[in-house]
């Protein structure tokens, strides 16, 4: 069986490629979570590393959180990915979808570790994705949003089909994986999950270009019963 760390920043499309990953029979050994220098907070999206620990802990997968900084990120990401070579995984899995240039660093980081990457959802249509992690089941709320494009009022939001119409009918070209940016989010149940996570107390607070959901509560909760 393969073994593979995911790249994880707590969102839709890197749990997709997970998703993916679990059904071709990899075997999930980490997630991979890179955090600010003081470790409080996720570099990717600006999540509180607390919650991304905790959702993890839903999961039932372990994480690796790294400190780093912006200068030290490269060095520290091909570190973590040696330490996992040498507890045997072999590959790492990544949701990235069409920027090249993050494609072409992944691929020499993995190389310079020894380490295969798959990126699962490369290339597909961003659209048939979306649809594809809804109808499987996941949950996922909305944890930020780049000013000028999306409102507060989206924080929060569940990602559904209304929230697909939702984005298309801003008319302001916004792709509906949010892959250049426009918007993060945070999943909170779904298959892979053994437990479900729930917000209970939130506020929302602007940060440079950005509209965060800041996550001050969140609860681990049984599963509930699919209904059939």
């Not at 209970?200 to 607070?205: G, H, N, Q, R, Y």
């Amino acid at each position: 069986m393969h073994r593979i760390f995911a790249s994880w920043s707590g969102g839709k499309d890197c749990c997709l490629a997970l998703y993916r990953a679990k059904a071709r029979g990899m075997e999930i050994r980490y997630l991979a979570n890179m955090v600010t220098e003081d470790g409080q907070r996720s570099c990717s999206h600006g999540i509180s590393a607390a919650v991304i620990k905790k959702q993890a802990g839903a999961l039932g997968i372990p994480i690796m959180q790294r400190p780093t900084t912006s200068d030290t990120y490269r060095d520290i990401f091909v570190k973590m990915l040696q330490d996992f070579k040498q507890e045997g995984i072999e590959g790492g899995v990544f949701g990235d979808i069409d920027f090249s240039p993050h494609r072409e660093w992944i691929e020499k980081i993995c190389a310079e570790a020894g380490i295969t990457p798959h990126l699962l959802l490369w290339q597909e249509s961003q659209q048939k994705l979306m649809e594809e992690f809804i109808d499987a089941g996941f949950q996922a709320v909305v944890v930020a949003v780049k000013a000028g494009l999306i409102g507060k009022d989206a924080l929060g939001r569940t990602v559904d089909r209304k929230f697909l119409a939702y984005l298309a009918g801003l008319d302001k070209g916004i792709t509906p994986c949010g892959e250049a940016g426009e918007y993060h989010t945070l999943v909170v149940d779904g298959p892979l999950f053994q437990k479900r996570l729930q917000i209970t107390e939130s506020e929302k607070v602007t940060r440079g270009d950005h509209h965060f959901l800041e996550i001050l509560k969140m609860e681990m909760k049984p599963k509930q019963p699919v209904e059939t």
